[in-house]
Structures are given as structure tokens and as C-alpha cells.
């Protein structure tokens, strides 16, 4: 390995086997695009077992995988200094409880105002690092913990934690419909064949499961807490709606809106104007990079959230 390169290693999961390997490298180290993945492959730069392979290599699953990463600095991405709630912060951690509304990295149309360059404002030093050193990303309109890394050291230790599933993290949905006990769903995810903005349960996805434990039950929703065993795109939300309980104010899952029964005016008006997946990334648990103790860290839902609970309870929809 040269001096301008680091190395990651990684074991491939055994329930990929059969699929291709830049599709599960791209799954376990979200931070890097497929086309990039495809370069590295083709220039023999991943090692699977020792030899290099084609990224239409078709993995066992268990093997031994080694990367040799170039140093390439976050992507052009401008400092722009904003409010950020900070929950924790040392010499290579920053734990940020990431507002809904704020998107984490930039992309087409949206060069500024996100997450990532708020990260370059408050640490000028992150721009040495791939993605601003942030390894794992929320959607827009989910609010919660977000762990970004500081230094190269952590970098490579939270991705390994990401890849392994030793990094715990827990959400707080509200989903239509009344369940009556926790269970998960364990069902492969995809991109949908028709609306390219959507993710759908299909047979030659990759494998997802999602646990979820009932907080609260109201006779028309139910207020989950949910953990992811893997990382899909969009998973918590493709896999309630798949349960048949999507989550409240979810523009792109959420089907036909489920109102709770006996909501005077003021009471449907607060509940209409929530605008987003009623989605919260509360508790965090990972391995601190050079310590190595067990770091964890939970923020309470946010305002809108907790305003639909509000006009749930008071309209005396509370099923228990």
C-alpha cells in the first residue's frame, strides 16, 4: 500500500452469496459510489481472499475482503456555517442530532445547505476526509443521531462497525394502523421496477430485517421503536409499509392517510400539518474508534413528532 492510500478490511456477509460483489462492497460502504467501487475492482485495488475479481464476481459470502482507498478529500463541498445541535463531540467523534428538512450530503440542485457543509464550517479539518467524514446518512425528512468521523482512524473504524452490524442504531416511528405486539420483518429490498425515487420488497433485492418493539397503541396507530439489522435504502419505511403499517406523513410510502377518529378542527389541523415521515433516529450505541469503550447517546423526539402524540392522547385515542 502506497502513502497516499489506507487500507480497509471487511468480511462479506454470508447472506450475500450469489450476488455480485461491487452490489455488497456498495451496501457495506454506502460512502463510496458504485462507479468508484467499479474503478477500484478494475484496478485490483480490492482483494477478495487475496485475488483481485471482476466487480461481476459472484461472492460466496464469508470471505475476507481488503481495500486499498486513495485519500481523496471531501468533493469540492463549500464550508457554510449554520446552527447544529451537537450532542457529543471529541478528538474524533461528532454525534449530531440532525434536524427533518436538513439534507446530509449535497447532490444535483442542492450544492449548499446541508448537513455535510455545516460539518466543513464547524470542522475545517473534515475536508481531508472522503464525504466530510460522514459515513452513514439520514433522509431528509428523518430527524435524530447522526455520527460523523474527525479523523481517518475513526473513519475506518465506523465504517467497519457499519459493515459488521456491531453499530446499534434504534429509531421511533408512528405507523397507521393498531399493532398488537412487537415481531420483524425480514424481507428483501430493492429498487422499484417503475419509480426510480422508490424502494419496494422484491424477491432478488438485498436481504433487510427490521425489528420493532409496540411503545404505545392507539386504536388507528401505533408509536414503534425499531432496529435496523441491516441498512437498506429507505428500509424502515419500505418494510412497515410492506407490513401494511406505513408511516405517518410518508409522502412516498405512506399510502392513503389513516385520521384519528374524533379529531375536533383544532385537533385535525394540528394533525395535517405535519409534513413528513413521522420517522426519529433516537439512541446510538457504537465502539468509540480509540478507546474502544461502548459510546451510546439518545435525544428525544422532536416537536412535530411528539405534537402527533399530543393529539392522539388528548382526543382519548389511547388503546391501552
Not at 81 to 94: G, K, N, R, W, Y
Not at 200 to 216: F, H, I, S
Not at 252 to 259: F, Q
Request: proline share 6%.
Amino acid at each position: 500500500m502506497d502513502d497516499d492510500s489506507t487500507e480497509l478490511a471487511l468480511t462479506l456477509p454470508v447472506e450475500g452469496a450469489g450476488q455480485r460483489l461491487d452490489a455488497v462492497l456498495k451496501e457495506l460502504l454506502p460512502e463510496l459510489s458504485r462507479s468508484r467501487l467499479q474503478t477500484l475492482l478494475q484496478q485490483g485495488s480490492v482483494l477478495v481472499d487475496g485475488s483481485a475479481h471482476r466487480p461481476s464476481y459472484r461472492i460466496r459470502g464469508g470471505e475476507g475482503v481488503v481495500l486499498h482507498l486513495p485519500q481523496t478529500p471531501a468533493e469540492h463541498w463549500q464550508a457554510e456555517a449554520m446552527d447544529l445541535t451537537i450532542v457529543h463531540e471529541d478528538s474524533q467523534l461528532l454525534v449530531i442530532d440532525k434536524p427533518a428538512g436538513l439534507a446530509t450530503h449535497p447532490g444535483a440542485g442542492r450544492p449548499r445547505g446541508t448537513l455535510a457543509n455545516a460539518v466543513l464550517a464547524h470542522c475545517p479539518a473534515n475536508e481531508r476526509l472522503p464525504r466530510a467524514g460522514i459515513v452513514h446518512r439520514l433522509d431528509m425528512d428523518t430527524s435524530g443521531l447522526l455520527v460523523v468521523a474527525k479523523t481517518e482512524l475513526a473513519r475506518q473504524s465506523l465504517i467497519a462497525q457499519l459493515a459488521d452490524r456491531s453499530m446499534h442504531r434504534e429509531y421511533l416511528a408512528l405507523v397507521q394502523g393498531a399493532l398488537t405486539g412487537g415481531g420483524h420483518v425480514e424481507a428483501p429490498i430493492g429498487r422499484h421496477p417503475q419509480d426510480r425515487l422508490r424502494m419496494t420488497v422484491r424477491r432478488d433485492g438485498r436481504p433487510a430485517r427490521t425489528d420493532y418493539r409496540l411503545v404505545e397503541r392507539f386504536p388507528r396507530h401505533s408509536l414503534l421503536r425499531l432496529r435496523l439489522a441491516t441498512g437498506r435504502t429507505h428500509q424502515i419505511r419500505v418494510h412497515m409499509r410492506h407490513l401494511g403499517h406505513p408511516l405517518v406523513g410518508d409522502p412516498l410510502y405512506g399510502g392513503r392517510p389513516i385520521l384519528p377518529a374524533g379529531l375536533g378542527a383544532a385537533g385535525l389541523a394540528r394533525w395535517q400539518a405535519f409534513r413528513r415521515q413521522a420517522l426519529h433516529a433516537w439512541r446510538l450505541i457504537l465502539e468509540h474508534p480509540e478507546s474502544g469503550d461502548t459510546c451510546q447517546w439518545e435525544v428525544a423526539m422532536p416537536t412535530d413528532m411528539d405534537e402527533l402524540l399530543q393529539v392522539l392522547r388528548s382526543a382519548g385515542q389511547n388503546g391501552h
